[in-house]
């Protein structure tokens, strides 16, 4: 079954989101069919380079290949005494923790705690202005949901 020219370039520019410049370069008159049309949006892909999600039974990490699993400690005196897992690299010892004098004072003012409600934020920082653009987004986002629930229902 062939499909009408009208027919093509107006999924073409709906559903592929295509730039109207590749739409335009089908001849007028091309007779393309569903499975040509398939091949044509499915063929448009790049083959999967490996690097990507990890498939089952792969463990992929970067030009290292395997991820290295470190073992957990459990010796309370040096969990006390070092920070573990901080140092990286395949030779050395832990970091040594340090008294807390040794730290500089802003350290122990760093919020680590969730989110802030805006109205704890100063609005003339730029922390207001980035949860207040996050905010508005997570509200477009759940509208959009809310829409398309709407819309199936007629």
């Known amino acids: 079954m062939a499909l009408s020219f009208t027919k093509i370039t107006a999924v ?23 499975s040509s049309l ?3 949006v499915t063929r448009n892909y790049a083959a999967d380079s490996g690097g990507g999600a990890s498939k089952k039974g792969k463990v992929v990490a970067g ?34 923790l340090k008294p807390d004098n040794e730290y500089p004072d802003w350290l122990y003012d760093v919020y680590i705690g969730g989110a802030r409600d805006l109205s704890e934020l100063e609005p003339n920082s730029k922390e207001y202005w980035q949860r207040v653009r996050y905010l508005a987004i997570r509200r477009n986002v759940k509208l959009r949901k809310f829409r398309r629930q709407v819309l199936r229902q007629f």
């Open 63 to 96: 030009a290292g290949g395997r991820i290295k699993e470190y073992p957990v400690e459990k010796d309370p005196n040096k969990l006390v005494t070092y920070c573990c897992g901080l140092n990286y690299f395949i030779e050395g010892e832990e970091v040594k």
């Open 38 to 40: 398939t091949c044509l």
């Open 12 to 34: 073409l520019r709906t559903y592929l989101v295509l730039p109207s410049s590749t739409v335009s370069s089908l001849p007028y008159n091309s007779s393309l069919t569903k």
